[in-house]
């Protein structure tokens, strides 16, 4: 179900420094994601999002970022994709991820993108003239597998295609990598799904890969998983309740080790395990033209 809603504001100032992806604001232009992964964390309590599979579409988002983005005074990272995946198949009819990259672009500020689909594509020209200043699109990759991809993930394009939108990207020069994170417990914590990520993301081109070695589960997220880990893989739901109980972080069992696979990989391949980030700055009146980032 899609609804048209007015939202207040569109974009939020992210309070705390953010050393992943340096963010300086935050930007969601739907609420709910069609992409439905079975661990989604926006699923949580403390969002208050009533129902996450009716997606709300924030009809008045491109005034309002028309509006407010030429009066800020501190250029910084303009983040797509906290909440909601901004090129879930709804973008396809409303475009507004593709038209508020127009206005950034018009403003010159940087963006990062996190997605799990290759529609980003379609906006590659944009981003190519976004990357002047700063633009780093990162794709979540939990699983090489696409099989247990359909299952986790069933609405979103398969890792397959999410490595070729990649490889697209970073042929035309624009930053790109993935975050592999969750890494869910018992059914993607292995080290040969760890060393195939790695290994098809160096063949995509991709920069960096940023880890984690398990997932979050809070009231909400945790009920709505454990129902389909019940449907999917029965006899789970049971093994987790075992290990990690009401527990909000629930690390991979052996993650020291396949970390060290990891980054004994990660070395040997040259990629890095952080994103170069831009680095806020105060605009003036010629800042438009540094293309800036460390
Ligand atoms: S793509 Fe991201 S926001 Fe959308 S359901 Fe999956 S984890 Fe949640």
């Known amino acids: 179900m899609i609804e048209e809603i007015t939202a207040k504001t569109i974009l939020n ?71 909601n995946d901004p090129y879930m198949p709804v973008e396809r009819e409303y475009q507004l991820t593709g038209k508020a990259l127009e206005i950034i672009s018009n403003n010159k500020f940087p963006v990062h993108i996190l997605t799990k689909s290759d529609l980003v594509l379609r906006d590659i020209d944009l981003l190519k003239d976004i990357s002047r200043v700063y633009a780093a699109i990162s794709f979540t990759i939990t699983t090489a597998d696409d099989d247990l991809a359909r299952k986790l993930e069933p609405g979103a394009p398969l890792p397959s295609a ?22 869910l417990p018992f059914l993607e914590d292995s080290e040969q799904n760890i060393l195939q990520i790695v290994s098809w993301a160096q063949n995509s081109g991709a920069t960096y890969i940023i880890p984690s070695f398990g997932v979050s589960l809070r009231p909400g997220s945790r009920e709505y998983y454990y129902h389909k ?18 527990q909000y972080q629930c690390s991979v069992p052996r993650w020291r080790e396949l970390n060290k696979a990891f980054q004994e990989e990660i070395h040997r391949t040259g990629i890095k395990t952080r994103i170069p980030v831009f680095e806020p700055e105060k605009r003036t009146k010629n800042t438009n033209q540094i293309p800036l980032f460390e």
Not at 231 to 245: A, D, Q, S, T, W
């Open 13 to 83: 100032h992210v309070k705390q420094p953010d050393p992943w992806f340096g963010l300086k604001y935050n930007m969601n232009l739907y609420r709910g994601c069609q992409h439905q992964c079975i661990y989604c964390d926006s699923r949580s309590d403390c969002y208050q999002i009533e129902d996450f599979a009716k997606i709300q579409v924030k009809i008045n988002a491109l005034d309002l970022l028309e509006d407010v983005l030429p009066r800020k005074r501190m250029r910084g990272t303009i983040g797509f994709g906290s909440m």
């Open 229 to 246: 880990l019940e449907k999917l893989f029965p006899g789970l739901k049971e093994k987790y309740i075992n290990k990690y109980g009401d």
């Open 162 to 183: 999410r490595f070729r939108a990649m490889g697209k990207l970073a042929e035309v020069g624009i930053l790109t990598g993935v975050t592999m994170m969750p890494m």
